[in-house]
């Protein structure tokens, strides 16, 4: 459980790394908690995000989790993580929400459900807990996770479907 100032915090980082790309031409649809939702007009798409829980750790990138809506490609609900670190080839990935446990699949930095059903149960994994930690081994082969707090998911991702609702 993380506090008050935590959230804080960890919210004043992330829209700060999210405002930093004005290349990117998105739209604030709003801040739940330590989630946004945004739309990016120009793909169209929508999207929830969140930042890792912050570690002292070794990163290599910045860490982030998305739920996204592509409504031209009919996709709703699409996970994907930014790890905070590259992966050893052919690692096991697991995300962790609650007691369910889903094995990812991905490479280099980046982290996928392995189709839309898996994608459909992580969403709803989510919308009922406190936290989801996604763990795998570094390219040195060592172990790592990254630890996402849930409060305001929900909410940013029923944002991000409303928010692109008409861009079908």
């Avoid at 982030?64 to 490609?73: E, G, K, L, N, Q």
């Avoid at 980046?110 to 709803?124: K, S």
């Avoid at 390219?139 to 991702?157: D, H, I, K, Q, V």
């Amino acid at each position: 459980m993380i506090g008050r100032g935590s959230r804080l915090q960890l919210l004043g980082a992330g829209l700060l790394t999210l405002m930093a790309a004005p290349a990117l031409a998105r739209e604030s649809l709003g801040m739940f908690e330590t989630w946004g939702a945004f739309r990016d007009a120009n793909e169209p798409r929508c999207y929830a995000i969140a930042k890792a829980i912050p570690s002292t750790m070794q990163r290599d990138y910045q860490p982030y989790a998305d739920v996204a809506i592509w409504p031209r490609r009919g996709v709703r609900g699409q996970i994907h993580f930014r790890l905070s670190r590259r992966l050893l080839p052919g690692v096991k990935i697991v995300l962790t929400i609650g007691d369910q446990r889903f094995e990812l699949t991905g490479g280099g930095g980046d982290a996928w459900a392995t189709d839309r059903r898996m994608d459909a149960g992580i969403v709803a994994a989510m919308r009922s807990a406190q936290s989801m930690t996604i763990s795998a081994r570094d390219a040195s082969n060592r172990g790592f996770s990254n630890t996402y707090p849930l409060a305001g998911a929900a909410t940013a991702m029923d944002a991000a479907a409303i928010g692109c609702a008409a861009a079908r």
